[in-house]
Structures are given as C-alpha cells and as structure tokens.
C-alpha cells in the first residue's frame, strides 16, 4: 500500500538518508526543509530511483507554516500518515556562556516543531486509523557538556514520543523514537569545527569510543526509521532506540 510521508529537515544529512529510504520502501515523501530550494536534491534522488517526491519549504517552529506545508503535502501526494519529525539545530555552548536566544533557538526547533507538525498530521492519521510517528532524539537526552538546550530538548523528544504513543495508539497510531549516537552529517562537521579540531580526526576520535569501531551513517539511522514505519511494527510504541554502535556512544 502506498503512503505517505513527511520528513522535516530532509535536505540533507540524516533527513534526506530517511526520506530516501521511505520512498525506496514505497511511501510518496514530502520533503520539508526551512526552504523549498534547499529540498531539490533529495527529491531529484528519489525520482531518479523511480520514487515520488515533491518538496515543500516550512520552518517547523511556525504554526502557519507548518499547516500550509501539510496542506501542500496532503493535496499533491495524499493526505500524510507518516511523520518524521528530524528537524533540528545546534546552539552549543557551556552553561555560563549561553544566551536566552541559544536557548530558545533550540528548544523551538527541535520540540516546538515536533509538537506543531505532529499535532498538524495527526488528523490526518486519525482518519486514516493508521499512522507512524518517529521523533529525533540523540544520545545526548542523557546529558551532554555544552548542550544544555539540546539535551533538555532531545530527553523531551522522548516524553512527546511517549505521551503521543499513549494518546494515539487507540487509533493505530505508534509514536517511537530514535537517539543517534555520533553521525556523520554537517551537523557534526560543524562541531569540529566549534571543536577547532579536523572532522575526520573528530570521526576518528569517535570512532574509537564507539563499540562497533566506526561513526555511524545518516544510513544507520534511515533503517531503524524504516522499521518503526513499517505495517508488522505496529505493536511497537513508545519505544526510544539508540542507534549509535552501542549501549552509549
Ligand atoms: P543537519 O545535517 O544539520 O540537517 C538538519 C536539517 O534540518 C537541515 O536540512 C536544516 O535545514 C533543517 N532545519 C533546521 N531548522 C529547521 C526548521 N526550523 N524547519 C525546517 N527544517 C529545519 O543535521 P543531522 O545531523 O542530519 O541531524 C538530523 C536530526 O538528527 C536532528 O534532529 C539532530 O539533532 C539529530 N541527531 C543528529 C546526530 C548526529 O550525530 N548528526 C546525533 C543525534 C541526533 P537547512 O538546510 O535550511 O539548514
């Protein structure tokens, strides 16, 4: 059966390694960024290995646009019953050094956006009596130095998931989430960069705390997302999964 999709953030990066694998999996996808342009890639990816595609530019924080953007989805693709709400930034720095705006930035996007897009799909989920909702969160949720926004904001990705799961499972609609441990993306090329160290010699370092020997692809997390939106998960809810080479990276 061909459903469809929406993934925030999917312009590059772990976003675009999940909508490519939704729509190898079969699912129409509507790829959201905070700019339409910036989704071209992605999509010309999935047509040019025969899947449907359009993408669609929101900032997941405001709610107009966010209504706008599902709307879009719903009358190009069909109405969306599955969510991945992947749309994030990073605002590091140490507590003492943190600004209200770091602060803000973060928590916006990350729960802010979560909540605005899953309360916008889950009507169309509701109707449908079929949904999968799979949240971003990071190995971070367990308290990360520098990262007091996006730790606070990542533990709480998994108490929406709960929350959601709970509240929508009686209309078929599982809510799960995944913590990534160390991927290679910009968005950890950018932390060297804070870092001021290499970002292989930052993938190297990693590589060396992680169980499994290596840094972890935008891929890795692509398959773990595939399963939580498949028909034979959907007694599996509530549920956070860290995907990162092992217990903790
Ligand atoms: P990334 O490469 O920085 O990509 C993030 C994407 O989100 C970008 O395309 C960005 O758009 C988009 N975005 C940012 N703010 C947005 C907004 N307000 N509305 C819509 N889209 C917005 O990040 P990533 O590494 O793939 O991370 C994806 C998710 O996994 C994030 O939630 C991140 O916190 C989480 N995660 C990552 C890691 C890791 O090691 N990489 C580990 C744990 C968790 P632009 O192109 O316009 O900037």
């Known amino acids: 059966m061909t459903r469809t999709a929406i993934v925030t953030g999917a312009a590059r990066g772990i976003g675009a390694a999940i909508a490519r694998r939704l729509a190898s999996d079969g699912n129409s996808v509507g790829v959201l960024d905070l700019d339409e342009a910036h989704g071209a890639e992605t999509v010309a990816s999935i047509r040019d290995a025969g899947g449907r595609a359009i993408a669609v530019g929101a900032n997941v ?35 003492f050094k943190m ?53 606070a904001a990542k533990a709480g990705m998994q108490g929406l ?21 160390f991927i290679v993306t910009d968005m950890t090329r950018s932390t060297a960069e804070r870092l001021g160290v290499g970002f292989d010699e930052l993938i190297a370092h990693s ?9 972890g692809q935008p891929d890795d997390i692509a398959a773990a997302a595939s399963f939580f939106c498949s028909e034979e998960a959907g007694f599996v809810s509530g549920q956070v999964l860290y995907v990162a080479g092992g217990p903790r990276a």
């Open 61 to 95: 924080a405001d709610a107009a646009e966010v209504a706008a953007a599902v709307a879009k989805v719903e009358s190009e693709l069909g109405a969306p019953t599955i969510l991945i709400n992947n749309a994030g930034i990073l605002r590091d720095n140490l507590l």
């Open 161 to 181: 998931t709960k929350t959601l799961a709970i509240e929508l499972g009686r209309f078929g609609v599982t809510a799960n989430a995944i913590a990534p441990g």
């Open 207 to 215: 590589a060396e705390q992680i169980p499994v020997g290596r840094a």
């Open 99 to 151: 600004t209200e705006d770091d602060w803000d930035a973060v928590l916006s996007v990350h729960l802010r956006g979560a909540f605005l897009m899953s309360r916008a799909v889950q009507a169309h989920q509701v109707a449908a009596r079929w949904g999968r909702i799979v949240n971003l969160s990071s190995v971070s949720a367990l308290g990360n130095r520098g990262q007091a926004n996006y730790a």
